[in-house]
């Protein structure tokens, strides 16, 4: 039998630093919410706005998935890697932690703030190599379609991680429906809505509202306004 958790918009986390303004999906920095630590493998679905010229100093990460997921306005990252790109509107970047790594992320335009997803997930191996991919995603992909944004899979569609996770990001009409089948059996998924509203299953959501489901096989997503989405599949052990 199918289970969901719903996570309303207006239930998150929210901390506002100034340059900072951030919502929480789980428990995250200062806010904890016992109900809320994790789905699954998912473990952080931050959802922040950035101030021009401000940003994240030099911190470190380890045994971490760690997916950037710009929604307006630009990153500009480095690392101990030797990596220095810019992120912008439309990439998708992964870095796998591993064993560790140190990294600053910020917004490098005087006159627009940056709004993105960072969105982190436990590995199935700890201490791997760390590494670090972005790709240019071809937003086309995404009209009336699930498009891969992000599989287990170096050779498949988007970037890939060390997890059995499926990403996609969507973009329908209002009306329009699509089915949704499970890629690895066993693995949840958390719906998450960008702008719009659509329904899962008959579950209406709205604007940034977050659906967690296990125990299914397909899935049925239908807008019901023009709405963007992100479909997050992955192993809930």
């Known amino acids: 039998m ?3 958790i719903l996570h309303k918009a207006n239930t998150r986390g929210h901390a506002n630093h100034g340059w900072l303004y951030a919502y929480h999906s789980f428990s995250f920095a200062s806010w904890y919410n016992p ?3 994790q789905f699954g493998v998912l473990r952080v679905l931050n959802d922040d706005t ?28 480095k690392d101990s890697m030797g990596n220095a790109e810019t992120i912008k509107t439309g990439d ?46 071809d937003v086309t992909k995404q009209k009336n379609n699930f498009a891969q944004i992000l599989s287990p899979n170096a050779d498949d569609a988007g970037v890939w991680i060390h997890q059995d996770a499926w990403f996609h990001l969507a973009d329908f009409d209002n009306g ?29 959501l709205e604007t940034r509202d977050g659906l967690g489901i ?21 192993p809930m052990e």
């Not at 890629?183 to 329904?199: D, L, P, R």
């Not at 239908?222 to 599949?233: I, Y």
């Open 214 to 234: 296990t125990d299914f096989e397909t899935l049925e997503i239908k807008a019901s306004t023009n709405a963007k989405f992100l479909l997050m599949e992955i």
């Open 176 to 204: 329009f429906s699509k089915t949704y089948s499970i890629k690895k059996e066993g693995n949840g998924m958390y719906v998450f809505v960008i702008s719009g509203s659509i329904s899962v299953d008959g579950q209406e």
């Open 35 to 37: 109900e809320r630590v």
């Open 50 to 77: 950035i101030a021009s010229g401000m940003g994240f100093g030099e911190h470190g990460h380890d045994n971490m998935e760690i997916i950037t997921i710009p929604l307006e306005g630009d990153l500009a990252h």
């Open 92 to 137: 998708v970047q992964v870095m796998s932690a591993g064993t560790g790594i140190r990294h600053s992320e910020f917004n490098p335009n005087a006159d627009q703030q940056t709004k993105l997803f960072q969105i982190w997930l436990f590995p199935r191996v700890r201490n791997v190599e760390p590494r670090y991919q972005q790709i240019t995603l």
């Open 2 to 4: 199918q289970n969901i």
